[in-house]
């Protein structure tokens, strides 16, 4: 049911029958006891973390070998329905966990917590998990459905990075990256590496309350468009307003 080569250069493999451990030419049984449910589990998995931790994983329960720990958080009145069929570790050190039924579970510090994206169908059954050099997490689900989990993770911004309240009316990007937010109240914000200061830095948040939308031309005036203040253009620091 999987092969797993490990740092060491030992290969794990797992069967119905039990689990294997090949090295040096040679085929050896490597046995332990569980229990799941009062049954001997079925072996789906095998493997070594990078502090050569060897963890089994199947129905219902994950298994620590080398510290002989053992983790039966999948158990509970649906635990039949509840089976580990991959495993990863993350560069940070994390475990990721695909099951079915309860799609991907986090594990660190003995604990593991559902992952849950609730603007998105999130999967229930992961059925293989890998991780690429940008630490991006990708997943296989059994609908089909291949899955990149990115390793950036969303920032949130607000006040503390110098925003103003209220909703943000418009956005757009000039070519050096800096990120322009116009807000309903607050004026016109210029914000780089997460950090927000209003622009043109000598201007007030009065007469321009509400900022519409927002473009910029080929010579790299941000020209903006306001409710009550007319239109205006900026560039190298100056303003250009246009009037009737």
């Not at 490990?6 to 049984?29: C, E, H, N, P």
């Not at 069929?85 to 003995?110: A, K, V, Y």
Request: charged share 25%; with cysteine.
């Amino acid at each position: 049911s999987g092969v797993h080569v490990a740092r060491s250069g030992v290969i794990w493999i797992t069967t119905r029958t039990g689990m294997y451990q090949f090295k040096d030419g040679r085929i050896k049984l490597y046995e332990f006891e569980t229990e799941s449910q009062g049954r001997h589990p079925e072996y789906l998995g095998a493997y070594e973390d990078r502090r050569t931790n060897l963890w089994a994983y199947g129905d219902t329960y994950l298994i620590n070998l080398s510290e002989d720990k053992r983790f039966n958080y999948f158990r509970g009145a649906d635990a039949a329905s509840v089976r580990i069929w991959s495993f990863c570790e993350g560069r940070d050190g994390r475990l990721w966990i695909g099951t079915s039924g309860r799609g991907l579970l986090c594990f660190g510090d003995n604990k593991s917590q559902r992952v849950t994206l609730s603007e998105l169908h999130w999967p229930n059954d992961v059925r293989a998990i890998c991780e690429d050099r940008e630490g991006s997490l990708w997943l296989g689900t059994s609908g089909g459905t291949l899955m990149q989990l990115l390793a950036q993770p969303v920032q949130i911004l607000r006040a503390d990075e110098g925003l103003p309240p209220g909703a943000v009316s418009c956005l757009i990007t000039d070519r050096s990256g800096r990120v322009f937010a116009g807000f309903e109240s607050g004026g016109l914000f210029a914000g780089e590496a997460g950090r927000f200061e209003r622009f043109p830095a000598n201007s007030s948040p009065e007469g321009q309350s509400l900022v519409a939308s927002l473009g910029v031309t080929p010579d790299e005036t941000l020209w903006v468009a306001t409710l009550g203040n007319g239109l205006y253009g900026v560039r190298n620091g100056r303003k250009l307003r246009l009037t009737t």
